[in-house]
């Protein structure tokens, strides 16, 4: 007895006697018969933030999916020592001390650059004739992570090219909380 019911339960079962699934269409709202449609789930994928460089001169900007994120400044400058007349030092001291003299004139020219000068300027005046006229100017600042560039020594002046990136909107920042700076400008 138990063979006969194994043996119609395998006929029925390779004979396609079972129940196929239904799917309903919902616009006609009959039922059709057909296999079922497995989809596969699409996972979106986390999207990389579209970073650009862009450069514009002497400017370099990061754009972050449309939005200006910082822009890195370039400044150069220039600086030219002459090494002491005198003739008391050797060679080698006049030109290390001419280079010095440079490398301080580069970082001065870069301080313009950077926080502007401050002119002071003073003029005496008698019988509508000038009499006597003052100028100063003066450089206060700091100048970190200058380089330098290039550097010659030719007909007794060494020369000094040095340069500094600068993140525009962290100097901004920088100079807004310092009002000193401000009120020169």
């Not at 989809?39 to 900007?61: A, D, H, R, S």
């Not at 100048?143 to 007794?156: M, S, T």
Request: with cysteine; hydrophobic share 40%.
């Amino acid at each position: 007895m138990r063979k006969v019911a194994l043996a119609i339960g395998g006929i029925l079962l390779f004979t396609g006697c079972c129940k196929r699934l239904e799917l309903v269409d919902c616009n006609t709202t009959s039922a059709v018969t057909s296999k079922p449609v497995i989809k596969p789930i699409v996972v979106p994928k986390p999207q990389k933030p579209l970073i650009q460089t862009v450069k514009y001169g002497n400017q370099e900007c990061i754009i972050e999916n449309g939005i200006k994120k910082s822009c890195i400044i370039l400044l150069e400058a220039k600086g030219v020592g002459v090494p002491p007349c005198n003739g008391t030092c050797s060679e080698a001291q006049a030109r290390a001390m001419a280079r010095r003299a440079a490398v301080l004139d580069a970082y001065k020219a870069l301080a313009e650059k950077m926080y502007g000068i401050q002119v002071n300027g003073r003029d005496t005046v008698k019988n509508m004739i000038l009499q006597n006229s003052q100028l100063r100017a003066y450089i206060e600042g700091v100048v970190k992570g200058a380089r330098v560039e290039e550097e010659d020594f030719k007909n007794g002046i060494y020369t000094v090219s040095m340069s500094v990136k600068l993140d525009v909107s962290r100097w901004n920042k920088m100079l807004e909380n310092q009002p000193n700076y401000i009120a020169r400008q």
